[in-house]
């Protein structure tokens, strides 16, 4: 018993380690962000970027909404927000007018890969105070 309480403990530990670890990150991540890459966007603005430029094509509010299970207007506000930093743009379907498509642009590209470099240094750099960092520097 003695010797299942302490695998019990050693993974709970663990897990909240691999918590505090993964948070302290995304910590370092978005505060980064915040000082050093030029638009300081929402998590649904973020969401819809990254679906965009991730997912598949073509994109239309409806499939980003379906997709992201967010309304449809909280869509139509990420997008207006999104196009007028130019990281996405909106484009008439050519075939049927009345279908808008949502389309990558060079901006949001940059955006995406500068915020992606930011991720891996930061992913790369863990701080001091992480256990793990520890345990590996040990």
């Known amino acids: 018993r003695a010797t299942t309480r302490s695998l ?4 709970h530990n663990m897990s909240a380690s691999n918590t505090q670890d993964a948070l302290k990150l995304w910590q370092r991540v978005i505060t ?19 679906t965009v430029y991730m997912a598949p094509a073509p994109h239309t509010v409806r499939n980003l909404s379906e997709r992201l299970n967010v309304s449809k207007p909280a869509v139509c506000r990420a997008i ?8 996405i743009r909106r ?9 808008v498509f949502i389309q990558r642009t060079v ?14 240094q ?14 590996m520097a040990a």
């Open 32 to 50: 980064r962000s915040l000082r050093e890459l030029p638009y300081d966007l929402s998590q649904r603005q973020i969401a819809v970027l990254l």
């Open 122 to 135: 930061e992913s790369q750099n863990p701080s001091d105070s992480s256990p793990i960092y520890n345990a």
């Open 8 to 11: 019990t403990e050693t993974r």
């Open 107 to 120: 901006n949001g590209s940059v955006f995406l890969r500068d915020f992606a470099d930011l991720i891996v």
């Open 91 to 99: 484009k008439k379907d050519e075939e049927d007018r009345r279908n």
């Open 80 to 87: 207006d927000a999104l196009s007028a930093l130019d990281l």
